[in-house]
């Protein structure tokens, strides 16, 4: 039985990933499900996050948004019973690969899959979902009505977050970052209040969003990272990114900003403009349910919503690409740490 892992002191990228037989691991609790993997979804590995965390480790398991069919329950499960339909996100100090065809995860850790999604679905959702309901209603106070800015609306995460900011009612601005992006967000139903293609230079984000929401600003912003200074090129970014100043200017009174760029530095002059327009500034971290069990209750109700709204009301409709085999997770998994893939890459087992 295979699994992926990350090497940490790795000098290259190709060393960075390795594939390693791993043996049966017996249940670490009672509070422990068996689990046969159906799919398992990758996603780029924070890797400063990972160094800080797990200092004592030299390899760390890949893979961590899993769907599959329960095999096995320890004696003290009381959510689940054998045989039932799972998705979920194995916590960060796992030590067992999702792309394992078997392993042992907590309870607490997983929800119940709705039978009528997919396998390669339920995974593909699972963590850009969490991400974006993180970002809209527990930092930003998604309401309806309120004026949505989204950074690169067409990237897995940022097609949920369209999604979800819709079913609420809110109206929804969205940038591209080409010409494919732009016609996938035009396509969209309900239509976008305004779709902007950001590689082309002509177009002025702060002017064009105070323009769609009458000079008022936008109330909500979610990016997908900034230029922080003049002198850095957006060239040197993997897509053309706004300058804070930029985000900053577009925001309305009582604003929340939710960043993605987790070294934002913000200089007097910034803070003052924030502090005029009574706005917020939130970081989305993506491991921050992971990384305290305090709101254990809030982060299931999250992972179980999702799939409600999947099944039943259309939202959360992942951008998948074509499931991918396990022999070739390792080169697809090197290409998501690069960020070569538009498309969410899913593992079918």
Known sequence: MKGLYYQQNATALEDMFFLQEMDNV??????????????????????????????????????????GVIMEVGSKVSFFQQDDDVVGILPLDSQESGLSEVLWIHEHNLVLKPEKISWVEAAGAVRDGLSAYTALHFLAHLGPGKSVLIMDGASPFGALAVQLSQHTGAMVIATAYNHEDKQYLEKLKPSLARVLDLSKSKVDLAEACLEETGGLGVDIVIDAGVILYKSENSITK??????????????SVGSHWVTREENLQLDPP????????????????????????????????????????????????????????????????EMVQKNETRKKQVVQL
């Open 26 to 67: 017996s249940p670490p609790s009672d509070y422990h499900v068996k689990l046969q993997v159906k799919a398992c979804a990758l996603s780029p590995i924070n890797t400063k996050l990972v160094s800080e965390v797990m200092l004592e480790k030299e390899s760390v398991p890949v893979g961590r948004e899993v769907a």
């Open 270 to 333: 910034d803070s003052h403009s924030l502090f005029l327009k009574g706005a917020t500034v939130s970081f989305l971290n993506n491991e921050i349910w992971n990384l305290s069990n305090a709101q254990q209750g809030k982060y299931l109700h999250i992972l179980s919503d999702i799939y409600i709204k999947r099944q039943h009301l259309n939202v959360f409709w992942p951008q998948l690409d074509e499931p991918v085999p396990l022999y070739e997770a390792k080169v697809v998994m």
């Open 238 to 251: 993997s897509q053309p990114l706004p300058h804070k100043h930029d985000i900053i200017t577009l925001l």
